[in-house]
C-alpha cells in the first residue's frame, strides 16, 4: 500500500529524533506553565530545572480533572486573556465541564495535527466532508471542520443530528467523507434502511468514528453495512480535541501523535508505569499549547500501547482502541463490568441490531443487571421461539464472559432511545449512598 503522509519528516522522523524534539519543547512547556497560577503554586517546591530528559517528567505532580475544576476558569491559563481567541469546553460527561484556551498559534498547531490524521487515511482535497458532529463548545466540531479545511476539503458543517437533512447533503454535494460517534453512524445506517435511501444515491467512501468508546465488531459493522473505511479518532477537549491519536491506513491501533503530546501510560491505582503493552490509564502531557499548558494529565481513559512499529512508515507509537474510562467501571454486587464488554458480545452477534444500553436496578439487597437490545425485525413474528433461543443465546455468552447473569430484553430496532452527541449507555438507577 501506497501511504501519504501529511508531513513526512514529522511523521517518520527516527525516534531518537523524536525524544530529542520532545525533551526540548517539554523544557518550553515547564517553563510555560510556570506563567499559570496553577502551576506557580503547585510546581514550588519542585526544582524544575532539573526537568531535562524523559525520565524526570516522572518528578512533576499529576494534573487531573479535580485539578481542572479547582483552577476553574483562569488558572490554567498561561498567557494574558487578551491574547486568548478561543475557548471550548468538554462535554461534561462525567461531571461538570471543563474548559480550554487557545492563542491563534495553538488553533494552527491544532489544525495541523488534525490534517495529519485526515490526510494519513488517503483523504486529498478533492474529497467532501460532512462534519455530523457537535459545533459549539464540543471541540469535535470545530476542530475537525479547521483541520478538514487544511487539507483544502469541500467541508459541509452539518452538525449532528437530522438523519433526513444529513442524507440530502451527502446526496446533493456527493459527500465522500463522514465524521460522526460510532453510534451516530449505526442509527444513520438504520435510518438509511427506514428511508429506503439507495446506496448508490451516495457516494460516501470513509468515516472517522470517535468521542466515545467502540469495539471493533462495531467498526467492522458499520463498514460493512454501509460499505465504508472506519477510521478510530481519539482526542480529549484537555489536549485540544480531535488530532491527539488517530488510526492510519494500516488500522492496527492510534498513533499518538509524539511530537505534540508525551504518552504514558500508569497503573491507576498505584500510579506507577505499566510494564511496556500493558493495560493502564493513559497520562498525556501537551507539549505544544501555549495558552493552556497541561503536565501529566491523567485523562482516565485506559488503553495500552502497541511497542511494535507500525507498517506505514510512521514512528509515532500506537495506542489499542480505548476501552472505556477508569470512572466507566460498574461494580455489580461485586463484580467489576466494563460496558465495553458488553458491546463486545452483543455487536458481534448478526440478529443484533444497532443500538443497545445497560440498566442497573437494585433488586432487595442484589444488584439486577439488565441489558436491552434492539434487534432485527424479522425476529419478531407470532412465533416466538426464535426470539426466546435469541434471548438465552445473548445471556448465556454474556454471562459466561462477564460472570454476571444478566436479564436481557430484545428491543424492535429503532425503539431505544438515540443521543445526538455522545451515546448514554448506562442507566445505572441504584440509590446513590449519601
Ligand atoms: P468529556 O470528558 O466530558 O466527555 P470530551 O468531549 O473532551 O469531554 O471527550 C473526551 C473523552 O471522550 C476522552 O477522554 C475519551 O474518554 C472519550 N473518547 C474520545 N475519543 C474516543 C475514542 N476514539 N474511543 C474511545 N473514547 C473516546
Ligand atoms: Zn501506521
Partial sequence: MEYQYWNKHRETMPR?????????????????????????????????DSIQSLDDLRRLPFTTK????????????????????RLHASSGTTGTPTTVYFSR???GRWSQ?????????????????????SYGLFTGGLGFH??????????????????TRQFRLMQDFGTTVVHATPSF????????????????????RKAFAGAEPYSEDTRQRIQDLLHIDVYNSYGLSEMNGPGVAFECQAKQGLHLWEDAYIGEIINPDTLEPVP?????????????????????YRTRDLTAFYCEPCVCGRTHRRLHRIKGRTDDMLIINGVNLFPSQIEEVVMAMPEVANNYSIAIEKEGA????????????????DDTRPLNALREKIRKTLQALITINPRVELHESGSLAVSEGKAKRVYDNRPKDV
Fill in 16 to 48: 531518537e529524533e523524536l525524544k530529542r524534539l520532545q525533551v526540548e519543547r517539554l523544557t518550553w512547556t515547564v517553563a510555560n506553565a510556570l506563567k499559570t497560577p496553577f502551576y506557580a503554586e503547585r510546581l514550588k517546591k519542585i526544582p524544575v
Fill in 366 to 381: 442484589l444488584d439486577r443487571l439488565t441489558v436491552h437490545i434492539e434487534v432485527h425485525a424479522h425476529i419478531f413474528r
Fill in 276 to 296: 511496556d503493552g500493558e493495560i493502564g490509564e493513559l497520562v498525556l502531557t501537551c507539549l505544544c499549547r501555549e495558552a493552556n499548558p497541561l503536565l501529566r
Fill in 185 to 204: 453512524l449505526l442509527h444513520v445506517e438504520s435510518k438509511m434502511q427506514e428511508e429506503a435511501i439507495a446506496r448508490d444515491s451516495i457516494r460516501l
Fill in 105 to 107: 498559534e495553538d488553533l
Fill in 146 to 163: 479547521a483541520g478538514a479545511e487544511e487539507v483544502g476539503m469541500l467541508v459541509i458543517p452539518s452538525g449532528a443530528g437530522n438523519t
Fill in 113 to 133: 495535527l488534525v490534517a495529519r490524521c485526515i490526510f494519513g487515511t488517503g483523504c486529498t482535497k478533492s474529497d467532501v466532508f460532512q462534519n455530523m458532529i
Fill in 66 to 85: 479535580h485539578d481542572l475544576r479547582e483552577g476553574f476558569p483562569y488558572g490554567f491559563l498561561s498567557i494574558p486573556q487578551d491574547n486568548v481567541v
